[in-house]
């Protein structure tokens, strides 16, 4: 069974400070990782993709892979309030197409 | 560039009835893929279409049908509709699979 599994959280971070969110996945033949991001009542925003190991920087994010540990994580710099929404992990995997693994999410709150 | 629409936003329909919906991707995506999202089950992959044919297709009933027009538009199609099928449905498009997925603000479907 493939899994993603991400801490559902709630995390709380106060104005400013580094978000830190992980997810794990089980099927050692992921090949693609992706972030979201989801507002209550709106539909999954892609804020970042990720390829291969290391780190991937867009503005105040950086998304991190590991594949021999299976394990992709996102960081959030100087996070504001309009960060807080729920974060959701997403896997592709070798020879689905398309066809994307999503964990339950991460909810984020970041205190002003 | 305007992105993913799917119509209608909202639908509430009785148990047994059937109910059609449609997603027009990104301008120039031709991979269009489904999912359903519930509270008690997150986002999970209903099929994926490209270049009018399906690719993949997650684990659910028959009842749950697509398909996909020549100008990549595509609309899935749920018959005998159970209070089970009561979620958002998402639909997501990429300029080809393995590529990122933009997802349209979504269904949201009541069953009474």
């Known amino acids: 069974q493939k899994e993603v599994e991400q801490n559902s959280g709630p995390l709380s971070v106060p104005e400013g400070a580094i978000a830190s969110l992980n997810c794990t996945y089980s099927d050692r033949v992921s090949q693609s990782f992706f972030w979201y991001r989801q507002y209550s009542g709106k539909s999954p925003e892609l804020i970042m993709s990720?390829?291969?190991?290391g780190d991937k920087e867009d503005g105040r994010f950086t998304a991190q892979l590991n594949k021999a540990s299976q394990y992709v994580s996102l960081l959030i710099r100087d996070s504001q309030p309009s960060d807080s929404a729920t974060y959701l992990c997403?896997?592709?995997?070798?020879?689905?197409?398309?066809?994307?693994?999503f964990g339950t999410g991460t909810s984020l709150t970041v205190i002003p | 560039k305007a992105g993913v629409t799917q119509t209608p936003r909202y639908l509430i329909k009785t148990r047994g009835q059937q109910v059609t919906l449609s997603c027009s991707p990104i301008?120039?995506?031709?991979?269009v893929s489904w999912y359903q999202q519930t509270p008690g089950q997150g986002l999970q992959f209903l099929f994926e279409?490209?270049?009018?044919?399906?690719?993949n297709k997650g684990n659910f009933p028959g009842r749950f049908s697509g398909r996909q027009f020549s100008n990549s538009r595509s609309e899935m199609n749920v018959s005998t509709l159970e209070l089970g099928d009561s979620a958002l449905y998402l639909c997501?498009?990429?300029?080809?699979?393995?590529?990122?997925?933009?997802f349209g603000p979504g269904t949201r479907l009541t069953v009474l």
């Open positions: 990720i390829y291969s190991n």
């Open positions: 279409y490209f270049s009018e044919t399906q690719r």
């Open positions: 301008s120039g995506h031709r991979s």
């Open positions: 997501a498009s990429s300029l080809v699979p393995h590529n990122e997925q933009f």
């Open positions: 997403a896997v592709g995997l070798e020879g689905t197409g398309n066809q994307f693994y």
